[in-house]
């Protein structure tokens, strides 16, 4: 797991996405402690405030909560929760691009189609 | 809490030559008394001013305990106010426990000159001030002499204090002004203008006032206690009045 | 705790002016990045601070107390300076033990620990340290000083990339369970961008930019277009640096919103830290 420095998206964006993908990929299972504050702004090398955020984004949204004096846990029903979240930004995030580079290149939706059949076929 | 640290410190910085000091003094004591006591001539061999070499070596301990220590002390948070009272109490306690071991030595070595009859142990307030028609009670005698011997070292490290914070302050043309320009002046100029000028006139009052300030021709120890304890004062206002605007250099 | 205080503070070298007027606070258990040119003036700062030198105007105060001649505000700030003011002859493990004695919070287990973790030889004598050894005992030393104030002047000088490496995390551990207040000079702009929260710049002995890491860096960005679009573009913005490389001009804005409006043709790109500092402080 690796912070883009250069990236446009803001540090704290990139940690909250870095857990998440953790969570979907099962590295952290569900009921699960996650690493802590500390741990986490070490191992990327980021100010603890900036780690704080990140995690408090997936406080706010349910992925993760915190336990007094022991640490943070990954929710009940975390995984399928970000699933939704990430069916619904689909769109947004892969096909909306996709659509302008290929209007800029000159590519037909029938050539973006069976791209994408191809993609599925693999 | 700062002063003691600063205290404490100072005072293990100076542990180590004044131990030093010590081992060659006794070195040097062990080895006279062995050859003087082997020895089969009548000859007498005098043991004298030890009083007078821990001030020497006193003068050149206080031209060694500025910087370094200094620049420790600033590290660690010290004010120079702290730096300038630790040192203050540093020198107290060293002048005081050597002072007090010169007296021991010289006892020993009094008790030394009774049973060799050619050894002979003299202090350096003896020679100067000693009265032999003057029976003193043995403990008042001590006493003074110890007092004598305190404040003489005392004065001796604060000079060297004084000197070393002096240089300190001063930059590199002032270093050479007043290292080069000073004995120069004292050695060459002042007696040459003052043979020419002024018949040696103040050549001679100067040392009829220092002859009255250390009480030599009256042998008169208090005299120069007195003196020694004032010279003391002057020179640690003197580095105190340096030190408190002196800062680490770029 | 309100910080350590700077108000109008002025210091001349030879008739140059190394600060001035400068007003800063260091406050709020923050890790501050205190940037500048060679010359800029931030070791002046932070010595002045410490009590090493004087002002010639203005003064410095720690949570409320004047800092010259005052040894309880002393204590509560620790400076790794640039210079090595430990006795050239002393031993590591004795620097570390005096510090114990001036420091009553010092962790001589947790310095043990870091110099096991640098590998540094605390029978070492200070005189025998390499440059990136010299730094490592002073680092040492500051974080297991326990200081609610740790001022840190070029701590990464000689340091290889492990090592560096080792102290961003070691800073970031300790910061994280014990808060405090860091302040980190450096010239490793890049490399120090993600540990710090809030960054002074100083030109020239004063302050050009004082204010949250995020805050600055939302505010600046490169756009790249021909020298036309680019000329147009930026009118009445601010400025700070512009590029041409052929026919392809690229120039450096610090401004609020409305780079969406750049337009076709013009790319706009995020500007980092190191890239923004150099345009900010280039004359």
Known sequence: ?122 | ?250 | MNGIEVRNLSKSYDGVKALNGVSLRFEGNKIYGLLGRNGAGKTTLLNIVTGRIFADRGEALVDGMPIPENDPALRKIYLAGEKTLFPEGMKVQDTFKWSGEFYPAFDPEYAGNLAEQFRLDTKKRVKSLSTGYDSIFKLIIAMSANTPYILLDEPVLGLDANNRDLFYRLLIEKYSERPCTVVISTHLIEEVSSVIEEIVILKEGAVIKNEPRETLLSKGYAVSGTARQIDAYIAGKNVIGTESLGGLKTAYILGGGDRDAAGEGIEVSKLDLQKLFIHLTNS
């Not at chain 1, 909250?16 to 990327?44: H, K, M, N, R, W």
């Not at chain 1, 990140?54 to 706010?60: A, H, T």
């Not at chain 2, 010290?78 to 630790?86: A, L």
């Not at chain 2, 002979?120 to 001030?129: D, G, H, R, V």
Request: proline share 3%; aromatic share 12%; glycine share 6%.
């Open chain 1, 1 to 122: 797991m690796d912070i883009n420095f250069e990236s446009e998206r803001p540090i704290f964006l990139q940690i909250a996405e870095c857990l998440e993908d953790a969570v979907l990929s099962g590295a952290y299972p569900e009921g699960s402690q996650i690493p802590s504050i500390t741990e986490i702004s070490v191992g990327f090398k980021i100010n603890p405030a900036t780690a704080l955020k990140g995690i408090n984004l997936l406080v706010d949204s349910g992925i993760v909560y915190k336990k007094r004096g022991i640490g943070m846990f990954v929710s009940a029903g975390a995984a399928r929760k970000l699933i939704q979240k990430r069916r619904a930004q689909f769109y947004e995030s892969y096909v909306s691009g996709l659509v302008k580079e290929a209007r800029r290149l000159g590519l037909s939706e029938t050539e973006i189609n069976s791209m994408i059949r191809k993609g599925f076929g693999e």
């Open chain 2, 1 to 250: 809490m700062t002063l003691k640290a600063a205290y404490k410190y100072q005072l293990s910085d100076m542990k180590r030559p004044v131990i030093i000091f010590y081992c060659v003094i006794f070195t040097i004591l062990i080895f006279l008394t062995g050859a003087v006591t082997a020895s089969a001539s009548s000859g007498a061999s005098t043991m004298s001013y030890l009083d007078f070499s821990s001030a020497i070596f006193l003068f050149v301990a206080g031209l060694c305990s500025f910087k370094e220590p200094f620049l420790m002390l600033l590290q660690n948070g010290v004010s120079r106010k702290t730096v300038f009272r630790s040192k203050v109490l540093t020198t107290l306690s060293v002048v005081s426990v050597m002072a007090l071991i010169d007296k021991m030595i010289l006892l020993l070595g009094k008790a030394a000159a009774g049973v060799y009859g050619n050894f002979k142990y003299f202090s350096l307030y003896e020679q100067a001030y000693a009265d032999p028609l003057l029976r003193e009670a043995a403990f008042l005698l001590h006493m003074k002499m110890f007092l004598f011997d305190f404040l003489m070292c005392f004065t001796s490290v604060w000079l060297g204090i004084f000197i070393t914070v002096l240089f300190y302050r001063l930059n590199r043309v002032g270093k050479i002004a007043v290292g080069a320009g000073v004995p120069v002046a004292l050695t060459f100029v002042f007696p040459l203008i003052d043979s020419l000028l002024f018949h040696s006139k103040i050549s001679s009052s100067i040392i009829r006032f220092l002859d009255f300030a250390f009480g030599i021709a009256s042998r008169s120890p208090l005299s120069a206690m007195i003196s020694f304890a004032v010279l003391s004062a002057i020179l640690g206002a003197l580095s105190w009045l340096l030190m408190r605007r002196a800062v680490v250099r770029q």
